[in-house]
C-alpha cells in the first residue's frame, strides 16, 4: 500500500463521492463496472453472493480502476480484518448501535496501537513492512447506522475517533422504526437526525441510495457517499427495458 486513498483525501478536503454496488458475486461484472470509473465499487458480503475466492479475485479486477470497499456480514473482529487482508481500501460495518460497537469496529479494522488487528493475508504480506506502515491511515472504516438505537445513540457512535464515516441503510432504518415500506416524514426525519449529529461531530455521513437521480438529492442534501446503483437493478432494468421495446415494436408490425 503506497498511494493515498482518494475516499479519504474527498472526505476530508469536504468532498463527496459516489460508488456502484456489487451483489451478484460476479468477478467478470465487477471488472465491467470498474470500466465506469467509478470513485469506488462496494463488494457487498453481507447480503450478496461473495465468497473469499471471489472476492479475492473481484479486488484484482478493479483495483487499478476504482477503491474496493467490503460490507462485512456483522461487526465481528475476524470478518473486518479478513476483509481488509484481501485487499480492501476499505470495510463498511452493519447493524452499529453504540459507541462501544464503535469502538470495537475500530479495534477490528485497526493494527496496534490504535487497534488489534491481526498481521497476516496474502496482499499485505507482499511487503507487510511498508502495508503496517500506512494501513492505518489508508483503510477507510465506514459504520452503518440503521436501527433506531443507532439512532438514538448517533452522536456517540460519530464521535468515536477513527471512524472515517457514517453511512445510513435507509432500509433496515425504515424496518426498524416501523415505517417500512411507506417511509414518510418520521424516516426523513430520521435521516436528518443522524445527518446533524455526524455534522456536529466533524464527521461525513453517507447514505444508501439506489440511483443517480436519488444519490444527487442526497448530496445535495449534505451526504457525501452516495450509491449510484447497483449490479442487479442495472441487469435487470436494461433486461426489462429490452425485452418491452420488442413487445412494443411486434404489437405495432415492426417485428414479425
Not at 500500500?1 to 469536504?14: F, I, K, S, V
Not at 448530496?219 to 421495446?245: C, H, P, S, Y
Request: aromatic share 6%; charged share 25%.
Amino acid at each position: 500500500m503506497t498511494e493515498q486513498n482518494p475516499l479519504l483525501e474527498r472526505l476530508a478536503a469536504g468532498g463527496a463521492f459516489g460508488s456502484l454496488w456489487l451483489a451478484l458475486g460476479s468477478v467478470a461484472a465487477a471488472e465491467i463496472m470498474a470500466e465506469a470509473r467509478p470513485d469506488s465499487v462496494i463488494f457487498d458480503v453481507q447480503h450478496g453472493l461473495w465468497d473469499r475466492a471471489s472476492l479475492y479475485h473481484g479486488i484484482a479486477a478493479v483495483r487499478d480502476k476504482t477503491v474496493p470497499v467490503l460490507r462485512v456480514e456483522a461487526n465481528d473482529a475476524a470478518m473486518i480484518g479478513d476483509a481488509l487482508d484481501l485487499g480492501a481500501g476499505g470495510v463498511i460495518v452493519p447493524l452499529i448501535e453504540s459507541a462501544a460497537e464503535a469502538k470495537a469496529a475500530v479495534a477490528a479494522a485497526k493494527y496496534p496501537p490504535l487497534g488489534r488487528r491481526s498481521a497476516g493475508g496474502i496482499r499485505p504480506m507482499l511487503d507487510f513492512r511498508s502495508y503496517a506502515a500506512v494501513a492505518n491511515d489508508r483503510t477507510l472504516l465506514a459504520l452503518m447506522i440503521e436501527t433506531e438505537a443507532g439512532l438514538k445513540n448517533a452522536e456517540a457512535i460519530a464521535t468515536v475517533p477513527s471512524v472515517d464515516v457514517i453511512f445510513i441503510g435507509p432500509g433496515d432504518l425504515s424496518l426498524s422504526l416501523g415505517t417500512f415500506p411507506e417511509t414518510g416524514a418520521r424516516h426523513e426525519a430520521a435521516l436528518e437526525a443522524i445527518l446533524a449529529a455526524c455534522r456536529k461531530a466533524g464527521k461525513p455521513c453517507g447514505v444508501f441510495t439506489f440511483d443517480s437521480n436519488e444519490a444527487l438529492e442526497r448530496r445535495r442534501q449534505g451526504f457525501q457517499w452516495t450509491i449510484l446503483g447497483n449490479d442487479e437493478d442495472f441487469l435487470l432494468d436494461a433486461a426489462k427495458e429490452n425485452v418491452a421495446r420488442f413487445a412494443r415494436g411486434s404489437r405495432n408490425g415492426r417485428a414479425k
